[in-house]
């Protein structure tokens, strides 16, 4: 597969308290992942590494820019590469400010492995994205969360 012509995007696992900081998406037809809860993170702009992407994406959507960030991994598929980073979280939820979204949570292992998640915000359990459910179950064998 060539990576080349695809978008580059960089996305953060940040984890607090054996919980993963999750944003639930604009439900907005037009957008990737609709509705479902994702991670925080976008666009790598041109001239821009991924991790300087991702501390400019963070500072945007919730206001937070982790000290360091680890990278995890690199997951490519027909749509986008996602350069993928974790850190800890050492904010408490209220403390983040979130600037794009329909709602943010901390959601738990027993979440993710169900692929859904309550929002306050819409009401109603989401769907976590297919994606994003792999990355984090990736990183939950290699670290061992149960």
Same mark, same amino acid.
Do not use: C
């Given at each position: 597969?060539? =990576?080349? =012509? *695809?978008? $580059?995007?960089?996305?953060?696992?940040?984890?607090?308290? /054996?919980?993963?900081?999750?944003?639930?998406?604009?439900?907005?037809?037009?957008?990737?992942?609709?509705?479902?809860?994702?991670?925080? /993170?976008? $666009?790598?702009?041109?001239? @821009?590494?991924?991790? #300087?992407?991702?501390?400019?994406? *963070?500072?945007?959507?919730?206001?937070?820019?982790?000290?360091?960030?680890?990278?995890? +991994?690199?997951? %490519?598929?027909?749509?986008?590469?996602?350069? #993928?980073? $974790?850190?800890?979280?050492?904010?408490?939820?209220?403390? *983040? #400010?979130?600037? @794009?979204?329909?709602?943010? +949570?901390?959601?738990?292992?027993? @979440?993710?492995?169900? /692929?859904?998640?309550? %929002? @306050?915000?819409?009401?109603?359990?989401? %769907?976590?994205?297919?994606?994003?459910?792999?990355?984090?179950?990736?990183?939950?064998?290699?670290?061992?969360?149960?």
């Amino acid at each position: 597969m060539n =990576n080349n =012509n *695809l978008p $580059h995007v960089a996305i953060a696992i940040l984890y607090r308290e /054996g919980k993963f900081l999750m944003q639930l998406r604009d439900n907005i037809p037009t957008i990737f992942y609709p509705g479902v809860w994702a991670f925080f /993170g976008g $666009h790598i702009e041109p001239g @821009e590494t991924a991790e #300087v992407a991702l501390k400019r994406e *963070l500072a945007e959507e919730i206001s937070y820019i982790p000290e360091t960030v680890s990278e995890f +991994g690199v997951y %490519s598929d027909v749509k986008v590469v996602r350069h #993928v980073f $974790h850190a800890p979280l050492t904010v408490e939820l209220k403390d *983040l #400010v979130l600037g @794009e979204g329909w709602d943010m +949570g901390l959601l738990t292992p027993a @979440e993710i492995k169900a /692929g859904k998640a309550y %929002s @306050e915000n819409a009401g109603m359990e989401r %769907s976590l994205g297919e994606f994003h459910q792999k990355i984090l179950l990736d990183f939950m064998n290699k670290y061992g969360i149960k």
